[in-house]
Protein backbone atom coordinates (compact mmCIF):
# COMPACT_ATOMS: atom_id res chain seq x y z
CA UNK A 1 0.00 0.00 0.00
CA UNK A 2 0.63 3.84 -0.11
CA UNK A 3 3.18 5.06 2.65
CA UNK A 4 5.48 7.68 3.43
CA UNK A 5 8.72 7.38 5.29
CA UNK A 6 11.00 10.47 6.95
CA UNK A 7 14.04 10.57 9.16
CA UNK A 8 13.59 9.82 12.54
CA UNK A 9 13.92 12.45 14.76
CA UNK A 10 14.55 14.53 17.51
CA UNK A 11 16.96 16.79 15.11
CA UNK A 12 18.67 19.41 16.79
CA UNK A 13 20.62 22.33 14.71
CA UNK A 14 21.67 25.21 16.24
CA UNK A 15 20.45 28.41 14.76
CA UNK A 16 21.37 29.82 11.11
CA UNK A 17 22.39 25.90 10.47
CA UNK A 18 20.83 24.65 7.12
CA UNK A 19 18.17 22.15 7.44
CA UNK A 20 17.22 18.71 5.62
CA UNK A 21 14.18 16.51 6.79
CA UNK A 22 14.39 13.45 4.14
CA UNK A 23 10.85 11.96 2.66
CA UNK A 24 10.43 9.24 0.70
CA UNK A 25 6.93 7.76 -0.64
CA UNK A 26 5.66 4.58 -2.17
CA UNK A 27 2.41 5.09 -3.70
CA UNK A 28 0.71 4.08 -7.27
CA UNK A 29 -0.63 6.55 -9.46
CA UNK A 30 0.55 10.66 -8.84
CA UNK A 31 0.08 11.63 -5.60
CA UNK A 32 0.10 15.31 -4.46
CA UNK A 33 3.05 15.83 -1.83
CA UNK A 34 2.91 17.81 0.81
CA UNK A 35 4.74 19.29 4.60
CA UNK A 36 2.88 20.45 7.52
CA UNK A 37 4.10 21.76 10.37
CA UNK A 38 2.93 21.41 13.59
CA UNK A 39 3.61 23.52 16.98
CA UNK A 40 3.24 22.47 20.19
CA UNK A 41 -0.54 22.31 21.69
CA UNK A 42 -1.57 23.23 17.76
CA UNK A 43 -3.43 21.99 14.82
CA UNK A 44 -1.43 21.26 11.60
CA UNK A 45 -0.44 23.99 9.36
CA UNK A 46 -0.05 23.26 5.74
CA UNK A 47 3.81 24.78 5.18
CA UNK A 48 4.24 23.44 1.30
CA UNK A 49 2.93 21.19 -1.42
CA UNK A 50 3.55 20.14 -4.89
CA UNK A 51 1.28 18.39 -7.12
CA UNK A 52 3.61 16.68 -9.88
CA UNK A 53 6.91 15.60 -10.63
CA UNK A 54 9.49 18.19 -10.26
CA UNK A 55 7.25 20.73 -9.23
CA UNK A 56 9.09 22.44 -6.33
CA UNK A 57 7.31 23.79 -3.10
CA UNK A 58 8.57 26.71 -1.49
CA UNK A 59 7.36 28.67 2.12
CA UNK A 60 9.15 31.25 4.79
CA UNK A 61 12.24 29.99 3.26
CA UNK A 62 11.28 26.46 2.85
CA UNK A 63 11.65 24.36 0.02
CA UNK A 64 11.35 20.53 -1.59
CA UNK A 65 11.16 19.26 -4.79
CA UNK A 66 9.26 16.21 -6.02
CA UNK A 67 11.59 13.86 -7.22
CA UNK A 68 9.38 10.69 -9.12
CA UNK A 69 12.52 9.42 -10.10
CA UNK A 70 13.83 9.03 -6.57
CA UNK A 71 10.43 8.83 -4.83
CA UNK A 72 11.46 12.02 -2.41
CA UNK A 73 10.17 15.23 -1.22
CA UNK A 74 13.01 15.94 0.95
CA UNK A 75 12.62 19.44 3.34
CA UNK A 76 15.32 22.04 3.05
CA UNK A 77 16.08 25.10 4.49
CA UNK A 78 19.04 27.38 4.34
CA UNK A 79 19.03 28.92 7.73
CA UNK A 80 16.67 27.89 10.72
CA UNK A 81 15.99 30.25 13.40
CA UNK A 82 14.51 29.24 16.86
CA UNK A 83 10.76 30.02 15.76
CA UNK A 84 11.06 27.19 13.35
CA UNK A 85 11.38 24.61 16.56
CA UNK A 86 8.19 22.29 16.08
CA UNK A 87 7.53 18.63 14.50
CA UNK A 88 7.15 18.59 10.45
CA UNK A 89 5.36 15.97 8.78
CA UNK A 90 5.81 14.68 5.12
CA UNK A 91 2.54 13.29 3.55
CA UNK A 92 1.47 12.78 0.11
CA UNK A 93 -2.36 12.11 -0.77
CA UNK A 94 -4.27 10.80 -4.17
CA UNK A 95 -7.30 12.28 -5.76
CA UNK A 96 -10.86 9.78 -5.57
CA UNK A 97 -10.04 8.71 -9.46
CA UNK A 98 -6.15 7.42 -8.17
CA UNK A 99 -7.36 4.91 -5.34
CA UNK A 100 -9.32 7.04 -2.61
CA UNK A 101 -9.81 10.43 -1.26
CA UNK A 102 -6.94 10.49 2.03
CA UNK A 103 -3.77 11.76 3.21
CA UNK A 104 -1.25 9.73 4.20
CA UNK A 105 1.26 11.08 6.68
CA UNK A 106 4.39 10.52 7.62
CA UNK A 107 5.70 9.45 11.60
CA UNK A 108 7.14 13.16 12.10
CA UNK A 109 10.56 14.74 12.90
CA UNK A 110 10.64 16.61 15.85
CA UNK A 111 13.07 19.63 14.80
CA UNK A 112 14.97 21.46 17.69
CA UNK A 113 16.55 24.61 17.06
CA UNK A 114 18.99 26.27 19.91
CA UNK A 115 19.56 29.80 19.97
CA UNK B 1 -5.63 28.54 1.85
CA UNK B 2 -9.69 27.15 3.22
CA UNK B 3 -10.45 27.51 7.00
CA UNK B 4 -11.67 24.54 8.99
CA UNK B 5 -12.87 25.38 12.54
CA UNK B 6 -13.06 22.65 15.68
CA UNK B 7 -15.58 22.72 18.44
CA UNK B 8 -14.58 22.88 20.93
CA UNK B 9 -10.57 23.36 21.20
CA UNK B 10 -10.72 21.01 24.36
CA UNK B 11 -12.96 19.15 26.74
CA UNK B 12 -12.34 17.22 29.73
CA UNK B 13 -14.84 14.81 30.96
CA UNK B 14 -16.07 12.48 33.30
CA UNK B 15 -15.62 8.55 32.76
CA UNK B 16 -19.12 7.14 30.89
CA UNK B 17 -20.42 10.04 29.39
CA UNK B 18 -20.51 11.19 25.61
CA UNK B 19 -18.58 14.06 23.61
CA UNK B 20 -19.21 15.51 20.46
CA UNK B 21 -16.81 17.27 18.64
CA UNK B 22 -17.74 19.95 15.54
CA UNK B 23 -15.69 20.38 12.59
CA UNK B 24 -16.97 22.87 10.73
CA UNK B 25 -15.22 23.92 6.60
CA UNK B 26 -16.42 28.26 7.13
CA UNK B 27 -15.40 28.99 3.03
CA UNK B 28 -15.65 26.15 0.91
CA UNK B 29 -17.67 23.30 0.67
CA UNK B 30 -16.41 20.27 1.65
CA UNK B 31 -17.84 16.94 -0.09
CA UNK B 32 -14.79 15.02 2.25
CA UNK B 33 -14.66 15.34 6.08
CA UNK B 34 -11.64 13.47 7.82
CA UNK B 35 -11.37 12.38 11.56
CA UNK B 36 -8.00 11.72 13.04
CA UNK B 37 -6.19 10.72 16.64
CA UNK B 38 -3.23 11.91 17.92
CA UNK B 39 -1.42 10.59 20.53
CA UNK B 40 1.78 12.27 21.94
CA UNK B 41 4.24 12.35 20.43
CA UNK B 42 3.05 10.09 17.20
CA UNK B 43 1.56 10.86 14.14
CA UNK B 44 -1.97 11.32 12.72
CA UNK B 45 -4.22 8.12 12.98
CA UNK B 46 -6.77 8.23 10.07
CA UNK B 47 -9.92 7.27 11.98
CA UNK B 48 -12.53 7.48 9.59
CA UNK B 49 -13.66 9.29 6.08
CA UNK B 50 -16.93 10.57 5.72
CA UNK B 51 -19.00 11.81 2.78
CA UNK B 52 -21.59 14.30 2.54
CA UNK B 53 -24.88 12.35 2.95
CA UNK B 54 -23.11 8.72 3.47
CA UNK B 55 -22.42 7.50 6.20
CA UNK B 56 -18.55 7.30 7.45
CA UNK B 57 -15.94 4.57 6.63
CA UNK B 58 -13.95 3.36 9.19
CA UNK B 59 -10.31 2.54 9.20
CA UNK B 60 -9.55 -0.78 10.38
CA UNK B 61 -9.66 -0.65 14.44
CA UNK B 62 -11.85 1.61 15.13
CA UNK B 63 -15.11 1.00 16.91
CA UNK B 64 -17.77 2.46 14.58
CA UNK B 65 -20.38 2.52 17.44
CA UNK B 66 -18.07 4.06 19.90
CA UNK B 67 -16.89 6.79 17.37
CA UNK B 68 -20.11 8.18 15.82
CA UNK B 69 -19.51 10.18 12.65
CA UNK B 70 -22.51 12.17 11.04
CA UNK B 71 -21.68 14.44 8.11
CA UNK B 72 -25.02 15.78 7.20
CA UNK B 73 -24.19 19.05 5.44
CA UNK B 74 -21.37 20.61 3.22
CA UNK B 75 -19.81 22.30 5.97
CA UNK B 76 -20.42 20.43 9.24
CA UNK B 77 -19.30 17.37 10.44
CA UNK B 78 -19.55 15.88 13.89
CA UNK B 79 -17.63 13.01 16.03
CA UNK B 80 -19.13 12.07 19.19
CA UNK B 81 -17.17 9.82 21.85
CA UNK B 82 -19.68 7.51 23.17
CA UNK B 83 -19.31 6.71 26.88
CA UNK B 84 -15.92 8.11 27.03
CA UNK B 85 -13.46 6.31 28.84
CA UNK B 86 -9.14 7.62 30.26
CA UNK B 87 -8.10 5.62 27.21
CA UNK B 88 -9.92 7.73 24.31
CA UNK B 89 -8.24 10.62 26.01
CA UNK B 90 -5.99 12.38 22.67
CA UNK B 91 -6.11 15.14 20.57
CA UNK B 92 -8.47 14.52 17.56
CA UNK B 93 -7.85 16.44 14.46
CA UNK B 94 -10.73 16.73 11.30
CA UNK B 95 -9.66 17.83 8.00
CA UNK B 96 -12.05 19.03 5.43
CA UNK B 97 -11.58 18.53 1.21
CA UNK B 98 -13.34 18.67 -1.79
CA UNK B 99 -13.38 15.64 -4.44
CA UNK B 100 -13.47 18.18 -7.00
CA UNK B 101 -10.08 19.78 -6.19
CA UNK B 102 -7.41 18.94 -8.59
CA UNK B 103 -4.96 19.32 -5.89
CA UNK B 104 -6.30 16.38 -3.60
CA UNK B 105 -5.98 18.99 -0.41
CA UNK B 106 -7.49 18.68 2.65
CA UNK B 107 -7.58 21.76 4.95
CA UNK B 108 -6.98 21.09 8.89
CA UNK B 109 -8.71 22.34 11.59
CA UNK B 110 -6.90 23.30 15.32
CA UNK B 111 -7.54 20.18 17.15
CA UNK B 112 -9.81 19.20 19.64
CA UNK B 113 -7.95 17.99 22.84
CA UNK B 114 -9.91 14.90 25.09
CA UNK B 115 -9.21 14.55 28.53
CA UNK B 116 -11.62 11.70 30.14
CA UNK B 117 -10.84 11.33 33.66
Known amino acids: GDSVTQMEGPVTLSEEAFLTINCTYTATGYPSLFWYVQYPGEGLQLLLK?????DKGSNKGFEATYRKETTSFHLEKGSVQVSDSAVYFC??????????????FGAGTRLFVKA | GAVVSQHPSWVICKSGTSVKIECRSLDFQATTMFWYRQFPKQSLMLMATSNEGSKATYEQGVEKDKFLINHASLTLSTLTVTSAHPEDSSFYIC?????????????FGPGTRLTVL
Open chain 1, 50 to 54: ATKAD
Open chain 1, 91 to 104: ALSKGPSTGGFKTI
Open chain 2, 95 to 107: SAGNQLSSYNEQF
